[in-house]
Protein backbone atom coordinates (compact mmCIF):
# COMPACT_ATOMS: atom_id res chain seq x y z
CA UNK A 1 0.00 0.00 0.00
CA UNK A 2 3.07 2.60 0.44
CA UNK A 3 4.49 2.04 -2.86
CA UNK A 4 1.01 3.49 -4.44
CA UNK A 5 0.56 6.32 -1.93
CA UNK A 6 4.29 7.06 -3.14
CA UNK A 7 3.64 6.66 -6.60
CA UNK A 8 0.45 8.45 -6.47
CA UNK A 9 2.58 11.30 -4.46
CA UNK A 10 5.21 11.25 -7.27
CA UNK A 11 2.85 11.29 -10.27
CA UNK A 12 1.00 14.02 -8.35
CA UNK A 13 4.72 16.10 -7.98
CA UNK A 14 4.68 15.67 -12.13
CA UNK A 15 1.72 17.10 -12.65
CA UNK A 16 1.41 19.97 -10.97
CA UNK A 17 3.55 22.18 -12.64
CA UNK A 18 1.40 21.37 -16.21
CA UNK A 19 -1.72 21.92 -14.29
CA UNK A 20 -0.12 25.24 -12.75
CA UNK A 21 0.51 26.27 -16.35
CA UNK A 22 -2.47 25.65 -18.16
CA UNK A 23 -4.53 28.13 -15.89
CA UNK A 24 -2.05 30.58 -16.48
CA UNK A 25 -4.65 33.35 -17.16
CA UNK A 26 -2.51 35.48 -19.67
CA UNK A 27 -2.27 35.40 -23.69
CA UNK A 28 1.27 36.67 -25.12
CA UNK A 29 1.02 36.93 -29.05
CA UNK A 30 3.29 39.23 -31.26
CA UNK A 31 6.27 38.83 -29.34
CA UNK A 32 9.41 40.36 -31.35
CA UNK A 33 12.32 42.24 -31.40
CA UNK A 34 14.43 44.37 -34.55
CA UNK A 35 16.90 42.88 -35.55
CA UNK A 36 19.88 44.54 -34.20
CA UNK A 37 23.71 45.95 -35.61
CA UNK A 38 26.69 43.86 -34.79
CA UNK A 39 27.82 46.36 -32.46
CA UNK A 40 24.49 46.97 -30.59
CA UNK A 41 24.67 46.99 -26.89
CA UNK A 42 20.67 47.22 -26.43
CA UNK A 43 17.91 46.00 -28.03
CA UNK A 44 13.63 46.26 -27.27
CA UNK A 45 10.93 43.95 -27.06
CA UNK A 46 7.08 44.49 -27.96
CA UNK A 47 4.15 42.31 -27.60
CA UNK A 48 0.94 42.02 -26.92
CA UNK A 49 -0.55 40.16 -23.74
CA UNK A 50 -3.90 39.62 -22.95
CA UNK A 51 -5.33 39.41 -18.98
CA UNK A 52 -8.02 36.49 -20.01
CA UNK A 53 -8.32 35.65 -15.76
CA UNK A 54 -10.80 37.39 -13.06
CA UNK A 55 -8.08 38.88 -10.89
CA UNK A 56 -4.94 41.88 -12.32
CA UNK A 57 -1.69 40.79 -13.00
CA UNK A 58 1.46 42.77 -13.55
CA UNK A 59 4.27 41.63 -15.28
CA UNK A 60 7.20 42.64 -12.70
CA UNK A 61 10.85 41.83 -14.35
CA UNK A 62 11.79 40.52 -17.66
CA UNK A 63 15.00 37.65 -17.76
CA UNK A 64 17.11 36.85 -20.71
CA UNK A 65 20.27 34.93 -20.84
CA UNK A 66 21.66 37.60 -23.58
CA UNK A 67 20.44 40.72 -21.79
CA UNK A 68 19.33 42.73 -18.72
CA UNK A 69 15.60 43.05 -19.45
CA UNK A 70 13.87 46.55 -18.27
CA UNK A 71 10.38 47.49 -18.52
CA UNK A 72 10.62 51.08 -19.86
CA UNK A 73 7.37 53.87 -20.76
CA UNK A 74 8.01 56.60 -22.92
CA UNK A 75 6.80 59.66 -21.82
CA UNK A 76 6.92 62.64 -24.20
CA UNK A 77 7.02 66.11 -22.44
CA UNK A 78 7.63 69.18 -24.37
CA UNK A 79 8.30 67.61 -27.70
CA UNK A 80 11.17 65.05 -25.46
CA UNK A 81 10.67 61.99 -24.95
CA UNK A 82 11.97 59.98 -21.80
CA UNK A 83 12.54 56.55 -21.59
CA UNK A 84 11.57 55.63 -17.89
CA UNK A 85 11.94 52.33 -15.82
CA UNK A 86 9.12 50.93 -14.89
CA UNK A 87 10.09 49.88 -11.29
CA UNK A 88 6.48 49.15 -10.11
CA UNK A 89 5.69 46.87 -13.51
CA UNK A 90 3.03 46.78 -15.75
CA UNK A 91 -0.48 46.22 -14.43
CA UNK A 92 -3.06 44.40 -17.06
CA UNK A 93 -6.79 44.12 -16.03
CA UNK A 94 -9.09 41.92 -16.13
CA UNK A 95 -10.19 41.07 -19.67
CA UNK A 96 -7.48 43.77 -20.51
CA UNK A 97 -4.98 43.82 -23.24
CA UNK A 98 -1.88 45.81 -23.06
CA UNK A 99 0.41 45.93 -26.01
CA UNK A 100 4.32 46.69 -25.64
CA UNK A 101 5.13 48.76 -28.61
CA UNK A 102 7.34 51.73 -30.21
CA UNK A 103 6.18 55.48 -27.93
CA UNK A 104 5.02 53.32 -25.30
CA UNK A 105 5.78 50.35 -22.79
CA UNK A 106 8.08 48.42 -24.15
CA UNK A 107 10.89 46.19 -22.92
CA UNK A 108 14.27 47.04 -23.34
CA UNK A 109 17.47 44.51 -23.68
CA UNK A 110 20.91 46.09 -21.95
CA UNK A 111 24.06 45.00 -22.54
CA UNK A 112 23.52 42.41 -25.33
CA UNK A 113 25.84 39.39 -25.80
CA UNK A 114 24.99 38.81 -29.38
CA UNK A 115 23.00 40.88 -32.33
CA UNK A 116 19.58 39.76 -32.59
CA UNK A 117 19.57 38.44 -36.07
CA UNK A 118 16.40 37.45 -38.18
CA UNK A 119 15.52 33.64 -38.36
CA UNK A 120 17.13 33.41 -34.79
CA UNK A 121 14.40 33.70 -32.18
CA UNK A 122 15.61 34.47 -28.30
CA UNK A 123 13.86 32.99 -25.65
CA UNK A 124 12.58 35.47 -22.79
CA UNK A 125 11.13 35.03 -19.54
CA UNK A 126 8.70 37.19 -18.15
CA UNK A 127 7.68 37.68 -14.40
CA UNK A 128 4.43 37.96 -13.48
CA UNK A 129 2.97 38.79 -9.96
CA UNK A 130 0.85 36.24 -9.60
CA UNK A 131 1.52 33.64 -12.55
CA UNK A 132 4.87 33.52 -11.66
CA UNK A 133 7.16 33.19 -14.92
CA UNK A 134 5.99 32.65 -18.50
CA UNK A 135 8.70 31.60 -20.99
CA UNK A 136 8.44 33.34 -24.39
CA UNK A 137 9.56 33.10 -27.60
CA UNK A 138 10.68 36.60 -29.41
CA UNK A 139 11.06 36.45 -33.09
CA UNK A 140 13.51 38.68 -34.37
CA UNK A 141 12.36 41.21 -37.27
CA UNK A 142 14.09 43.15 -39.85
CA UNK A 143 15.47 46.61 -39.24
CA UNK A 144 12.43 48.56 -40.10
CA UNK A 145 9.68 46.62 -38.96
CA UNK A 146 6.61 47.59 -37.04
CA UNK A 147 8.23 48.86 -33.45
CA UNK A 148 11.49 48.91 -34.61
CA UNK A 149 13.33 51.66 -32.32
CA UNK A 150 17.08 52.93 -34.26
CA UNK A 151 20.13 52.00 -31.74
CA UNK A 152 21.00 55.28 -31.54
CA UNK A 153 17.65 56.14 -29.44
CA UNK A 154 18.88 53.57 -26.97
CA UNK A 155 22.74 53.82 -27.13
CA UNK A 156 23.08 56.19 -23.97
CA UNK A 157 20.44 54.66 -21.40
CA UNK A 158 21.39 56.23 -17.81
CA UNK A 159 22.01 53.68 -15.05
CA UNK A 160 18.86 54.89 -13.37
CA UNK A 161 16.73 53.49 -16.74
CA UNK A 162 16.04 57.10 -18.03
CA UNK A 163 16.90 58.39 -21.78
CA UNK A 164 16.28 61.56 -23.06
CA UNK A 165 16.31 62.60 -26.88
CA UNK A 166 14.30 64.59 -29.02
CA UNK A 167 11.04 63.22 -29.95
CA UNK A 168 11.61 62.44 -33.78
CA UNK A 169 14.87 62.85 -34.90
CA UNK A 170 16.26 60.05 -32.24
CA UNK A 171 19.18 61.89 -30.70
CA UNK A 172 19.37 62.41 -27.07
CA UNK A 173 19.25 65.06 -25.07
CA UNK A 174 22.52 65.76 -23.55
Known sequence: MPAIRLRTAIAALILLPAAALAEVPLTVTDAHVPASLPMARAGTGYMTITNTGDTPERLMAVEAEFARGMLHETEVEDGIARMIHME????????ETVM?????????????????????????????????????????????????HSEEMHREHREDGTVEMHHGDGQHEE
Not at 88 to 95: F, V
Not at 132 to 142: C, M, W
Open 100 to 148: LEQGGAHIMFMGLTAPFRPGHPVPVTLIFENAGPLEVEFAVRPQGSHGD
Open 88 to 95: RGLEIAPG
